[in-house]
């Protein structure tokens, strides 16, 4: 049987390949138009404008300088630029005066490399001086002389730059994806922990915990994007008007963070909950019974926030906020019937979570705050 389950395994793997394959270059297809015209353009411009022979410096600054990364695109846009510049600039200048070899090559890394380390922190920035010191060594002098490749290389960052203000992608878009990814990941943690009491299953909290922890990187990721689609909103001009908007959604997903990071701190604390039976039948029902609705409160606010704010988006995300704060008055351990101090806190627990969650649904911190019940 095992021999002929193989084959069929191999075929899945590679169809579910292909068809990952092919949306992913479905979703590439602008961003790749937009590369190859850049790189073509700037390898154009210092050909036939400036008269620069076999300029590939400005096709290849270009093409990293936009690349495919989630990092900010305007910050990579400007290291890449800067750094192949510099880079290019600091090995025309050594090369002029220390000549060609393998011991120049050698001292224009290092130099290059502490320089770079000098004048700016950032990864890409050291890679791009360094590297392109050093092909400037390595490489022929070009015609019009060592420091054309300086100038190709400004060429092809100002290609890039132009493109990215240009011709950006809506800055809000992906934003809107994540904080939808990111609140229907919460959720699935917040039924996991009702799933875990309603089962008296500490297991299940732990698997609720795992998750929260491993989201933290996508979490971390998808920030640092909101940073690039920051820049794009406040500088391109064909998406100013959207600033706040996507400003907004920027301060929303730092509460997703918070949020997240606070379920992890409730999982954690269920799991010695139910490990140490902290909890009466009664007190069990009701905690279940909050959590299982606010992970539907929270799918509902996911797909509010995913809308447009105005119309149908804003009736919805009101309705979600409404069901958090009437879960959010709930929050007493005498109401749930709680009375342990270990299930007291947990309660605590999930009050700050709360808390998280309706500040994401754009409430007030302290209107948020006073919803919860006196203790």
Same mark, same amino acid.
């Not at 698997?207 to 920030?223: E, F, G, T, W």
């Not at 301060?251 to 990071?261: C, I, W």
């Not at 007190?283 to 959590?291: K, Q």
């Given at each position: ?299 509902? #606010?996911?797909?509010? *926030?995913?809308? +447009?704010?105005?119309?149908?988006? %804003?009736?919805?995300?009101?309705? /979600? !906020? @409404?069901? &958090? ?23 605590? #627990?999930?009050?700050? *979570?709360?808390? +998280?969650?309706?500040?994401?649904? %754009?409430?007030?911190?302290?209107? /948020? !705050? @006073?919803? &919860?019940?006196?203790?």
């Amino acid at each position: 049987m095992a021999e002929f389950g193989r084959p069929a395994t191999t075929v899945l793997f590679l169809k579910r390949r292909v068809r990952l394959g092919l949306r992913r270059s479905f979703n590439s297809l602008l961003p790749a138009l937009l590369i190859t015209v850049c790189a073509v353009g700037a390898y154009f411009f210092s050909e036939r404008v400036l008269g620069h022979h076999g300029p590939l410096f400005a096709a290849t600054s270009a093409i990293i300088a936009l690349g495919f990364s989630r990092d900010p695109r305007l910050r990579r846009v400007l290291e890449v630029g800067l750094g192949c510049t510099i880079g290019i600039a600091v090995g025309d200048a050594l090369l002029h005066w220390l000549g060609s070899g393998i011991w120049q090559a050698a001292l224009v890394v290092f130099l290059s490399v502490m320089l770079a380390r000098f004048l700016d922190s950032g990864a890409i920035f050291t890679t791009q001086l360094a590297l392109q010191s050093l092909l400037v060594v390595l490489l022929p002098v070009p015609v019009g002389g060592p420091f054309t490749r300086s100038i190709d290389a400004v060429v092809g960052g100002c290609f890039a730059l132009a493109a990215t203000l240009l011709v950006p992608r809506d800055p809000r878009r992906e934003p809107k994806d994540d904080l939808k990814i990111m609140l229907g990941e919460l959720a699935i943690v917040l039924r996991e922990c009702a799933s875990a009491l309603s089962y008296n299953d500490a297991t299940t909290a732990w698997h609720a915990l795992v998750r929260a922890r491993n989201l933290q990187p996508r979490i971390d990721s998808m920030r640092q994007g909101l940073r690039s689609s920051v820049e794009i909103a406040r500088l391109s001009p064909l998406y100013r008007r959207h600033f706040e908007e996507v400003d907004g959604l920027a301060r929303l997903m730092e509460r997703v963070d918070y949020a997240m990071r606070s379920s992890r701190i409730l999982a954690r604390r269920l799991t010695s909950v139910i490990n140490n039976a902290a909890l009466s039948d009664a007190g069990t029902m009701h905690l279940a019974e909050v959590m299982s609705e606010s992970a539907a409160a929270v799918d509902e #606010l996911a797909a509010a *926030l995913a809308h +447009d704010p105005a119309g149908a988006g %804003k009736a919805s995300l009101s309705h /979600a !906020r @409404d069901s &958090l704060a009437d879960i959010a008055t709930r929050l007493h351990p005498a109401n749930l019937e709680i009375t342990r101090m270990e299930g007291e806190a947990l309660v605590l #627990l999930f009050r700050t *979570l709360m808390v +998280d969650i309706l500040e994401t649904a %754009k409430m007030d911190p302290a209107e /948020a !705050r @006073d919803l &919860l019940p006196k203790l």
